[in-house]
């Protein structure tokens, strides 16, 4: 699939690490390194803008590595970028660690998932089906 795209960062575009990868690396465009204190979060730049057909989202999901090595993780995840959407894709990131975390120019800070989804319309019904599970939730099916 094709997607436009523009750039008005100094970064490349995102792309597959391997040729199994789900996600395509997201690099931070920033002017200087930007420091982030314990439980501090920040809107980090991309540079990227782009449009997705209708029917697929572009989910922003943490790089697993970042989160362990450094605490730095995304706070909404995952993020949506809906195909509408044709803004600057900016990443929300906080860092979990007890001590204060750099974020470079250039630095991979996100992957993107491009998935399909479809949209709905509500049937308005009495009563659902029963099922074995019911209401319960919220661990109610074990530990």
Not at 32 to 43: D, G, I, N, Y
Not at 64 to 87: A, C, E, H, M, W
């Amino acid at each position: 699939m094709n997607v436009p795209v523009t750039n008005t960062g100094s970064q490349q575009l995102p792309h597959y690490e391997t040729i199994g990868s789900a996600g395509l690396d997201i690099r931070a465009d920033l002017k200087a390194p930007l420091t982030l204190q314990p439980m501090e979060r920040a809107l980090i730049p991309t540079g990227l803008s782009f449009a997705l057909p209708v029917g697929y989202e572009a989910q922003v999901r943490p790089r697993s590595g970042l989160t362990l090595k450094r605490g730095l993780t995304l706070v909404n995840t995952p993020g949506t970028i809906d195909s509408d959407y044709r803004g600057e894709v900016k990443i929300i990131m906080i860092n979990l660690d007890t001590q204060p975390q750099t974020i470079e120019n250039g630095e991979r800070i996100a992957q993107l998932v491009i998935a399909k989804y479809e949209q709905i319309t509500w049937q308005l019904v009495d009563s659902l089906d029963e099922t074995e599970r019911g209401a319960g939730g919220f661990g109610s099916t074990g530990v």
